[in-house]
């Protein structure tokens, strides 16, 4: 199996941000005591809302049509990022991030003619001139931005699971900033992958992952374009 060095993998698992008790979504205002100003403004502000379409990749190794989709819904200070996963590879654990391009041109899910080397597997690797580099987790913490060692969701044993997690928006990006050198998370430029396949998957040694971490671990399953859908 290729490999990757090390600066590659710094270049696009970056550096993890602690998170803080600031970047703490607010709790809602429409809770008891709360004062008529209170739920009129949280009452006023509107949703913006993003899905991404997931369908499936790499079904010559998985042998199974992965599909689902990722929402994100901003109100006020707060995202909240949510996935839906079926026909995932069951059992085991998946990473998810959105990705792009730090110039923000508009990243598209990768085709066919990404498998560059000809072996019929679209790599992690090959996904980058198409979709852009790993930016933003979908695990336990986003904003610390720790792409590498979050905690991410597991499969069942029917192949599905269920993600949902608010999070700070100001948080998220000011972490984005800094580790990305972007000010603006522009998630309508932005595709969503889903990775892993079976540790006891066969791949060919022309299978690229990132540094040493296997490439069942990193291999795309699944992809979708992020595109605004209302406000």
């Not at 720790?146 to 608010?166: Q, W």
């Not at 791949?203 to 069942?216: E, K």
Request: negative net charge; hydrophobic residues 40%; glycine residues 6%.
């Amino acid at each position: 199996m290729k490999t990757i060095p090390t600066a590659s993998l710094f270049a696009l698992f970056f550096v993890p941000l602690a998170a803080t008790a600031a970047d703490t979504p607010p709790a809602h205002t429409d809770a008891p005591g709360a004062s008529a100003t209170q739920i009129s403004r949280a009452n006023s502000q509107s949703n913006t809302v993003y899905i991404a379409r997931l369908h499936s990749m790499n079904t010559k190794v998985t042998g199974l049509q992965t599909v689902g989709e990722a929402k994100f819904v901003t109100r006020g200070n707060t995202l909240t990022i949510s996935v839906e996963v079926k026909a995932a590879p069951p059992g085991i654990t998946h990473w998810q991030h959105f990705h792009g391009f730090k110039d923000n041109h508009a990243a598209t899910c990768p085709t066919e003619a990404a498998d560059m080397n000809g072996d019929g597997i679209i790599d992690l690797i090959e996904t980058e001139p198409m979709s852009g580099t790993t930016m933003v987790p979908f695990d336990d913490v986003p904003v610390a931005m720790d792409v590498a060692h979050g905690a991410y969701p597991k499969a069942s044993a029917a192949g599905t699971y269920m993600y949902r997690k608010p999070v700070s928006l100001k948080g998220l990006t000011a972490a984005f900033a800094k580790v990305i050198d972007d000010r603006k998370l522009d998630l309508d430029h932005r595709v969503v992958f889903i990775h892993g396949v079976s540790p006891d998957a066969k791949l060919p040694p022309s299978v690229a992952s990132l540094g040493d971490i296997p490439a069942q671990i990193t291999l795309p399953i699944a992809c979708g374009e992020i595109e605004r859908v209302g406000r």
